[in-house]
């Protein structure tokens, strides 16, 4: 499977909103970094595939889902490596404060597989979200 090919696959089941299907996309050795504050729980590294359905089920436990909004407005492939340019919108469950930004977020694969997975958003912007 080429790597564009593995991408939009684990955009589809994320919108999908099964995590486990999502989990079955990534190796079980991977390199996840999503920054942000030791306050917000899915936020940090992660090293095992079997991680990646905890960690979408721990979002949606802090976000109001039929409010989320996620737009992939680009989809750059270079080898193994591919970019995605997007906007997400969020509401903070445990404020009710909403928010959006640009976002973007790079993937690597390997043997039909996603191994890399980094996100780069507006931290701020998010603890500013969930902040008491």
Known sequence: ?????????????????????????FADDIDWY???????????????GSDVADYLRTL?????????????EALLVDGDHAVMLGRFTRVAKSTGRTYEMPIAMHLQVADDKIVKMYLYEDTLKVSEAYAG
């Open 1 to 25: 499977m080429e790597t564009r090919e593995v991408v939009e696959r684990f955009f589809r089941l994320l919108a999908a909103g099964d995590p486990d299907a999502v989990a079955e996309v």
């Open 34 to 48: 999503v920054p942000g504050s030791p306050s917000l729980p899915w936020t940090g590294k992660r090293s095992k």
């Open 60 to 72: 949606v436990d802090n976000i109001v889902p039929d409010k989320n909004v996620d737009e992939v």
